[in-house]
């Protein structure tokens, strides 16, 4: 076993201590002054990135990828801003989510406290480097990192920015921990640290996630990916169902909340479907479709489960069309990945049936699934999307990483009558 990694980890559970008991003044000044430190060494992270993307290219790192890896000037300025959100969040750790009296006579109140040490494991995404700092620091908590390779230079050069905050306030920058090693035995190790380690956190391909779920002693939240769905009902507004498709796919389409899948109702296809084909490939979107999509429009190519299920992550799209809601319903729970899904409809009887057949963590009515994102969502920067049951399910921000436990507060009340001295 790599000795450095428990010894980081080590390192990272003693500062989360000092993180834990700062005020909540004190964490916003930190995130501020993150936040300034980023915006202040831009050029370094831009050069740090742009070395990141040449060596990209070279292996052959898919399009959607390199969208995930690339930095500019707007996107650090987001970073910062982020940061910047997080610290005028509400401060989760000390929130007292419920209070009673009990009947012995002592109050009982059920109280935020952060969970300890998180490990994030994470492809490509070098922002992923400063909001899960932001996010774990915000709680409370110690963060340990371990990105890709893609990314090496630019998390580096990230890192240093925020350990460098950590720094000047007098603080240990051990909180934040970038690890050096990226070979797999290092990342099992990582994994393995039940002792220290109390969640762990991957973003990534659904090979890494599935990766990091087998074989971890540590609980995991995870999704495995995001086939995320648009259902335009009979009673749909088409002008918006449009508006609403073209968001969902051509915005951002390497992003987790895109669109993959759109279904359309049998008694507005033919209005709707023409109109959609058209804007969609004038911005350059390849389609594949049922057998009655393509009766519509012929020259897509035909769709098979495998695309129905897929997770493109590119400007590719599936179609399909519906006799009704249930058929659609039916459809996305086949096929979904519970991150998100949308129904365009003016009928709010439909919507509700939609909101309430449907698991997953995000369901919308009449709006874009890019809105399912922690920052759009009020939580600030988001360190993940939960699709897995346990005390978090969505975007996750501060609150999602913190525990509540039990504060009782008595006046020498005891169980038992006979335990009196």
């Known amino acids: 076993m790599n000795a450095s990694v428990r010894d980081s980890a080590l ?22 002054s993150m936040a300034d430190a980023l915006q202040a060494q831009s050029a370094t992270i831009l050069a740090a990135n742009a070395e990141d993307m040449s060596a990209a290219r070279v292996k052959g790192i ?23 959100q997080v610290a005028a969040l509400p401060d989760p750790v000390g929130q007292v989510t419920r209070s009673e009296r009990s009947d012995k006579g002592f109050s009982i109140e059920r109280v935020r406290v952060p969970l300890g040490v998180i490990a994030m494991i994470y492809e490509a995404r070098p922002n992923v480097t400063a909001d899960a700092a932001a996010l774990c620091i915000k709680a409370g908590n110690g963060v340990i990192l371990r990105g890709g390779s893609e990314a090496v230079r630019s998390n580096q050069a990230i890192a240093a920015c925020l350990r460098g905050a ?46 990091v779920t087998e074989n971890a002693r540590v609980p995991v939240i995870k999704h495995y990916k995001g086939v995320c769905h648009l259902y335009v009902d009979a009673r749909a507004d088409l002008d918006k169902a449009l508006d609403i498709l073209v968001d ?18 049998a ?39 495998e695309d129905f299920a897929a997770e493109f992550l590119s400007l590719k799209l ?101 335990s009196r001295v």
């Not at 390192?11 to 930190?30: F, G, M, P, R, V």
């Not at 990828?65 to 707007?74: G, I, P």
């Not at 650090?76 to 910047?84: H, P």
């Open 11 to 32: 390192l990272c559970q003693q500062a989360a201590i000092q993180i834990a008991e700062l005020s909540t003044d004190s964490k916003n000044a930190l995130l501020r």
């Open 62 to 84: 898919s399009e959607a990828m390199l969208d995930r890896l690339a930095l500019d000037d707007s996107r650090v300025g987001g970073i910062a801003e982020a940061l910047r």
């Open 166 to 211: 950590l720094r000047d306030a007098g603080l240990s920058e051990h909180a934040l921990m970038l690890l050096d090693d990226l070979s797999r035995e290092a990342m099992l190790e990582l994994m393995q640290l039940s002792d220290i380690v109390d969640l762990i956190i991957p973003r990534g391909g659904e090979g890494l996630i599935r990766f």
């Open 248 to 265: 969902g796919k051509v915005s951002r389409p390497s992003a987790c909340n895109s669109l993959e899948t759109v279904l359309v109702h």
């Open 267 to 305: 008694d507005v296809a033919a209005g709707f479907l023409p109109r959609a084909v058209r804007a969609l490939r004038e911005r350059g979107v390849e389609l594949v479709g049922d057998s009655r999509a393509r009766e519509l429009c012929p020259d897509m190519a035909p769709a098979t489960d």
């Open 318 to 418: 599936a179609v399909g069309i519906v006799d009704s809601e249930d058929a659609a319903i039916a459809h996305i729970r086949r096929f979904g990945s519970d991150h998100t899904e949308v129904i365009v409809t003016e009928d709010k009887v439909a919507a509700d049936r939609f909101i309430h057949a449907l698991r997953s963590a995000v369901v919308m009515v009449n709006t874009s699934s890019r809105f399912s994102d922690g920052g759009e969502l009020g939580l600030g920067a988001e360190i993940g999307i939960s699709t897995t049951r346990l005390h978090s399910y969505g975007p996750m921000g501060a609150e999602a990483l913190t525990i509540e436990r039990f504060v009782l507060r008595g006046d020498g009340q005891v169980r038992h009558a006979e």
